[in-house]
C-alpha cells in the first residue's frame, strides 16, 4: 500500500490550506481513512476520520469547526480541508489507512496500518 501526501507549506495565520493523500495498493473505497500530526517534540495526535463510505467524520476537539475531511472514492484520494489556520496547527500531516476493511474510523492510530510519508504544514503567526 502506498499513501502520497501533497498540498502541505508555510501559510499565515488565518489562511486555509488543503491536504490530499492518494491511496494505491489496497481497494480504497473499502477502508476508513484517517488524518493525524506530529509537531516537534510531540507525540502523534489524531487530527479527522472519515469512514469508509464516507458518511461518518469525526474530529479532534481542537479542529472545532476548522477542518473538513472529505475522500472521493473514484480517485483514491482523501483530502483535509483546513480553515482558519493557527500556529499551533504547525506539524507534520499523515494520512493513512485503517486496517480494516469497512471501518468507522478508528480514533486510534493503532488501528491503522499503512501511512504517508507526510507533509509539512507551518503557520506563521
Known amino acids: 500500500v502506498q499513501l502520497v501526501e501533497s498540498g502541505g507549506g508555510l501559510v499565515q495565520a488565518g489562511g486555509s490550506l488543503r491536504l490530499s493523500c492518494a491511496v494505491s495498493g489496497r481497494t480504497f473505497s473499502s477502508y476508513a481513512m484517517g488524518w493525524f500530526r506530529q509537531a516537534p517534540g510531540k507525540e502523534r495526535e489524531l487530527v479527522a476520520t472519515?469512514?469508509?463510505?464516507?458518511?461518518?467524520?469525526h474530529y479532534a476537539g481542537f479542529v472545532k469547526g476548522r477542518f473538513t475531511i472529505s475522500r472521493d472514492n473514484a480517485k483514491n484520494t482523501v483530502y483535509l480541508q483546513m480553515n482558519s489556520l493557527k500556529a499551533e496547527d504547525t506539524a507534520i500531516y499523515y494520512c493513512a489507512v485503517g486496517q480494516n476493511a469497512y471501518g468507522l474510523g478508528s480514533t486510534a492510530p493503532s488501528m491503522y496500518d499503512a501511512w504517508g510519508q507526510g507533509t509539512q504544514v507551518i503557520v506563521s503567526s
Open positions: 472519515i469512514s469508509w463510505g464516507g458518511g461518518i467524520m
